[in-house]
């Protein structure tokens, strides 16, 4: 854990798989098979593993399923510690870089993994087995969070950005943001974009007095919210800056690749309306 606190080391996450609809965490077929007392056996495929691409990254949380477990579908899933980088164990192999929309979000990045009999410890097992799916819920929770605050920020540097662009910029004799229903335009933005912060506020106070279970609603609210408004105001951005906003001169186009992602990321909008 020093390492990771200090930034010498990072993590990843390994829970969604290419081969089942993963918004249902106890659709994972990644497996966990014991050898002996003293060892566990992985096989499987992961992707989307956020961070595993990173130089710096020593450990992987994996989430599997017990392959002899015939129990509750929601008891059935732990979460196991494997090595990454030099230290890796055999069987361990990082397929592929996965972009995002032809962006590879560089330096931390998201990989497909492959574990072919990959052998770890079974001490290497996060608190008890069986519980993988409600670390997982617990996880998302304040994960699902901080995306949202994230989603605020890129809506607020798009007005910003749509703002700046507007005053300096001449077409037809006058300044953009003179021209045809501009101001009205921002303005329908930033109602949108501070009632999202305010739904992601909300959560926020929900999640400190109640906690993940209990907050669940109004996480899945904000969820929902925050990157519709983040996507209205970077679409605007974008459409403000012309031929410019889909270039990479600015930020905007990568920022939309990263909002349309996180109605996607963390559970779908779909999951959370339903």
């Known amino acids: 854990l ?33 050898e002996g007392p003293e060892a566990l056996v992985l096989h499987g495929r992961k992707w989307w593993t956020s961070g595993a691409m990173d130089t710096r990254c020593r450990v992987a949380i994996v989430m599997v399923a017990d392959a002899e477990a015939r129990g509750e579908r929601h008891r059935r899933h732990s979460m196991v510690l494997v090595p990454m980088g030099p230290c890796s164990p055999k069987g361990l192999k990082v397929v592929r870089p996965l972009p995002v929309f032809g962006y590879l979000d560089a330096p931390h990045g998201h990989a497909e993994l492959q574990l072919e009999g990959v052998r770890v410890p079974a001490a290497n097992v996060v608190g ?7 670390m997982a819920q617990g996880r998302l929770g304040p994960g699902r969070l901080h995306h949202c605050m994230r989603l605020i920020g890129m809506g607020e540097r798009a007005l910003e ?7 300096g910029r001449q077409a037809f004799g006058r300044a953009i943001a003179e021209l045809g229903g501009f101001q009205a ?5 930033r109602v949108r974009l501070d009632g999202a912060r305010m739904l992601v506020l909300h959560a926020a106070g929900a999640l400190d007095r ?30 403000t800056h012309g031929a410019a906003g889909v270039s990479n001169d600015f930020p905007l186009a990568s920022l939309w690749a990263g909002a349309r992602t996180l109605r996607i990321a963390d559970g779908p909008d779909e999951v959370h309306l339903g």
């Not at 087995?129 to 409600?134: A, V």
């Not at 335009?185 to 933005?189: G, I, S, V």
């Open 210 to 239: 109640l906690g993940a279970k209990e907050a669940r609603k109004a996480l899945a609210v904000a969820k929902v919210a925050a990157p519709e408004a983040a996507l209205d105001a970077l679409d605007f951005a974008i459409q």
């Open 185 to 189: 335009d921002l303005a329908r933005r």
């Open 128 to 134: 008890e087995e069986g519980r993988g799916f409600e």
């Open 2 to 34: 020093v390492p990771l606190l200090r930034g010498e080391a990072r993590s990843c996450f390994a829970m969604t798989e290419p081969e089942v609809s993963s918004s249902d965490a106890t659709n994972m077929k990644c497996t966990m098979r014991r």
């Open 161 to 167: 950005l749509a703002a700046r662009r507007a005053r």
